[in-house]
């Protein structure tokens, strides 16, 4: 065989050096920045991810974590500086206090995560002699409420018995006898609570009339009689019922005019003051006019 034939065939046998196309590929795939951080962080990821999607949803596992966590939440929640040991109520008075705390029959001690603050306060504002509460957890373990009462600024008189309200027209609570709060003033008739402000105002004016005031009575729900003692009464408009009622008062200190035998003073038309006098008062007048007209 002659050397050229030789290294014809050494040529034919020897390797070819460079890749292949796939392995060319895979190369080139490799020294691409986004395909090696996919493999570097997306790969184990995805492997993870789906491994924990699998544990998660099995029945057994669901038991555990709910076990874990109730453990937890438990040990958490019996710590002692989470406690509430009693309940404090600050500015209602006995009989207020006592309603509130037969309301909330709650059981201590207890953890402070087992109280549910906004609806124990709706508990509290369903007291109609509460105008506004408060409800906290202070330091110490103690259940604060802080509760803000509606003030009584009258008695309002009902075919049922009497009723304190306040300023905005609330009903209160019951009362046994007007006794109980002689400071207050009388009102009665319907509607009368709707429109306490301008009774208040009208107690105000009628000042000067001192203990001969004995309250005020709304007539269908429109305007104010005063009532006075000795059965008078002053009928006030349904406008400007301060300004009249000042009026009389001005005529009382001037002419004395509820110092005598009146029985009503009607101011219900303002252009024309009526005044009525009592019936012996009347009968009286009937008979000095009799003899001065020689009829007797």
Known sequence: MSKVTRA?????????????????????LMLTPLFRLGLRIGLPFVVTFGLGSWWLSQPQTHIWIEERVASIQSTIQDRPEFQVNLMAIDGADTPLAEAIRTALPLEFPMSSFDLELPQIRDTVMEFAAVKDADVRVRPGGVLQIDVMPRVPVAIWRTPDGLRLVDAEGVQISEIARRALKPELPLIAGEGAPAHVAEALALVRAATPLGDRLRGLVRLGDRRWDVVLDR????????????????????????????????A????????RPTVRMTDKATAEWWRIRALNTGNE
């Open 8 to 28: 014809k065939d050494t040529r034919a046998t020897r390797r070819d050096p460079a890749p292949s196309r796939w392995a060319w590929r895979m190369q080139r």
């Open 231 to 262: 059965d008078q009464r002053i009928l006030l408009p349904e406008t400007g019922a301060v300004q009249a009622l000042e009026r009389v008062i001005v005529l009382e200190s001037t002419r004395d005019v509820l110092s005598r035998d009146v």
């Open 264 to 271: 009503r003073v009607d101011l219900r038309l303002p252009s």
